[in-house]
């Protein structure tokens, strides 16, 4: 359309061409409202068979484990690490799979272009994984030191609010503030390392894509001035004329 826009003024078939993206438009949004559903389906009943076998698992361990164990431990399994892996079963897998197909789409346009555009992205993607590889676990290791932190602190609140009138007749005021700012402490202390090394994870991930972007724009740019640009992109024109090659 462009093309045809700059060379002739006009657009041949434009009422057509209109149509089929219009309705490739609603096509590709119903595609998205029922990939929605399922995964938002499929995510609740994992999360339901996961609660089933985690309620049917504390049923079998023995009083020892309780007595060792705070209630806030076991209600935080239920609660936020759910929460975790509800993002993951849903947001975080449907977001992997369209990048997934999105970079298997981009790899076999760059290699139709030329094959130097597509060996970019391959040694990105070797060296993501890499650097992801490398933070990932520590910030999965993190991420359960500042869960079993904060459940520490949730049992602290709840067993202050079950003795409250013991700490009351006793005086114990002082000595529960003082546990509960050491516990809180541990909370803040985990809690920023966690965070870090997410948002390592998150950032390398993004630099080495952006980073891939502007190499392979560079190298694109290069073959066309350098007039290596394969013909079957149309790439092989004369960009000798200044207000071509600056409309490419």
């Known amino acids: 359309m462009v093309d045809s826009l700059q060379e002739t003024g006009e657009v041949e078939n434009l009422g057509t061409i209109m149509l ?3 309705l490739g438009f609603f ?4 595609a998205r ?3 929605e559903q399922l995964i ?3 995510g609740v009943k994992i999360l339901s068979q996961l609660r089933l076998r985690m309620f049917e698992h ?5 009083h020892s484990y309780y007595t060792r164990v705070g209630s806030g431990a076991i209600l ?3 609660s936020s690490d759910l929460a975790d892996v509800e993002k993951v079963v ?3 897998l449907r977001d992997g799979l369209m990048d997934m197909i999105l970079l298997a789409l981009n790899l076999l346009v760059l290699f139709y272009i030329d094959w130097r555009l597509g060996l970019v992205p391959l040694v990105n993607i070797v060296l993501m994984t890499y650097i992801v590889g490398y933070f990932a676990p520590k910030a999965a290791s993190a991420g359960y030191a500042l869960k079993t932190a904060e459940a520490q ?3 602290e609140l709840q067993e202050n609010i079950r003795g409250q009138a013991l700490i009351r007749a006793f005086g114990f005021e002082p000595q529960m503030l003082t546990r509960f700012r050491n516990d809180l402490a541990v909370v803040e202390e985990t809690g920023a390392r966690a965070s870090l090394l997410r948002a390592m994870v998150a950032l390398s991930a993004r630099s080495i894509v952006l980073l891939s972007r502007v190499i392979s724009v560079g190298i694109g740019v290069w073959l066309v001035i350098g007039g290596a640009a394969p013909t079957h992109c149309d790439c092989a024109r004369d960009y000798s004329q200044p207000n071509d090659f600056d409309s490419r």
């Open 20 to 22: 089929i993206l219009l």
């Open 40 to 42: 938002a389906e499929t």
């Open 153 to 155: 602190l949730t049992g």
């Open 58 to 62: 504390l049923q079998r361990l023995s």
């Open 33 to 35: 409202l029922l990939g």
């Open 76 to 78: 935080s399994r239920f």
């Open 90 to 92: 849903t947001l975080k």
């Open 27 to 30: 096509m590709a949004l119903t």
